[in-house]
């Protein structure tokens, strides 16, 4: 449920971010901090402490859970585990965002050469980072579920707002741009509102619309080897959403070697050469996609796919070391160089 707005709202949001990997200068006590959970995720939102502000928080928790059902892929009654379970079968009529969503998702697939892909989630269950002992899967297995990985086989049909995946065992999951569509609706929802200055943070990305009394917000990028606090790096964000994909949230360690939970959609193994990717755009569902594609590619690539799309993005490799496109010169503060190991 949410919270009411308190003085040290500001106090609760830093302890809850580092655990997400952001840090945020302390917005002023006339701004409340309320918190929820869905999309299996805890969400804050940061508005003005008025009369209003209760309610304004209440219809973005309303509005997380409504699109924690049509964009589930874990609800065995969601509209997108009914796409997955018809899968070589038949089409799904599903609803609107779900339609749109997934429409985003491919288009983003298109832009990344497959970088990003939804239909990733074929590789279910072959990588399993909470099993003890850790163990590798077969590389046969991975080849075999990889099979049915292929974002541009998959049927869309604006006549029927309908969704086909054409072959027995593809499946969707929108994981890895969920949380940012999520975000988008919840900055339209409060703007419409006739909210200027906020915040919403979820799921390791935060929007910032307006400023937080007479600076703009501010936040900080962790050291993915450091500690929960241990921010490496900051900048003001001004009406635009920044997310990071990193590989420190969940993998496992085997022979020496780490495999990190963010799989290469392209070959069905971790992606290897980051251990974060930060991305910078207006739009929060690119910023969240963008992440994750970028820590597929490593930033080679990736950056100018960032930057033609209107971003601008940080990576720290898997040698500490930090690059970032050039638009961010000039408003990124390095505090520290992050660990080499």
Same mark, same amino acid.
């Given at each position: 449920m949410a919270r009411s707005p308190r003085a040290n709202a500001a106090i609760v949001t830093l302890a809850a971010l580092a655990a997400a990997g952001w840090w945020m200068r302390a917005a002023p006590p006339s701004?409340?901090?309320?918190?929820?959970?869905?999309?299996?995720?805890?969400?804050?939102?940061?508005v003005p402490a008025t009369?209003?502000?209760?309610?304004?928080?209440?219809a973005c928790f309303e509005l997380y859970r409504s699109l924690d059902h049509d964009l589930s892929e874990w609800k065995p009654d969601s509209p997108l585990s009914a796409v997955n379970a018809a899968a070589g079968r038949a089409p799904v009529a599903v609803p609107q965002d779900l339609f749109? #969503?997934?429409?985003?998702?491919?288009?983003?697939?298109r832009e990344t050469g497959g970088a990003f892909d939804p239909s990733w989630a074929a590789l279910w269950g072959v990588w399993d980072f909470r099993s003890v002992p850790p163990r590798v899967p077969d590389s046969r297995a991975i080849d075999a579920?990889?099979?049915?990985?292929?974002?541009?086989a998959v049927r869309l049909d604006a006549a029927t707002r309908s969704i086909f995946l054409p072959r027995a065992g593809m499946k969707l999951g929108l994981g890895a741009i969920g949380k940012g569509y999520a975000l988008a609706r919840a900055?339209?929802? @409060?703007?419409?509102?006739?909210?200027?200055?906020f915040l919403l943070l979820?799921?390791?990305?935060?929007v910032a619309r307006g400023s937080r009394g007479d600076r703009p917000w501010e936040v900080g990028i962790r050291d993915p080897r450091g500690t929960p606090d241990d921010w490496f790096a900051r900048l003001p964000l001004v009406d635009a959403s920044l997310s990071t994909s990193a590989d420190d949230e969940s993998y496992f360690i085997v022979d020496g070697v780490r495999y990190g939970h963010i799989l290469d959609p392209r070959t069905g193994w971790p992606a290897r050469g980051l251990r974060s990717a930060t991305?910078?755009?207006?739009?929060?569902?690119?910023?969240?996609?963008?992440s994750t594609a @970028?820590?597929? #590619?490593?930033?080679?690539?990736?950056?100018?796919?960032?930057?033609?799309?209107?971003?601008?993005? @940080?990576?720290?490799d898997d040698a500490g070391r930090v690059r970032f496109t050039p638009g961010l010169r000039d408003r990124l503060e390095i505090l520290h160089a992050p660990r080499a190991r």
């Open positions: 701004f409340g901090t309320f918190e929820g959970d869905a999309m299996a995720t805890r969400w804050r939102v940061v009369a209003r502000a209760t309610a304004e928080a209440d749109d #969503l997934v429409a985003r998702s491919l288009a983003i697939g579920r990889r099979a049915f990985v292929d974002y541009r900055e339209a929802l @409060l703007s419409s509102r006739g909210e200027r200055d979820g799921g390791g990305q935060v991305v910078l755009h207006r739009d929060p569902v690119l910023a969240d996609a963008l @970028l820590f597929v #590619l490593g930033d080679a690539r990736g950056f100018a796919i960032v930057e033609r799309l209107g971003g601008e993005a @940080l990576v720290v």
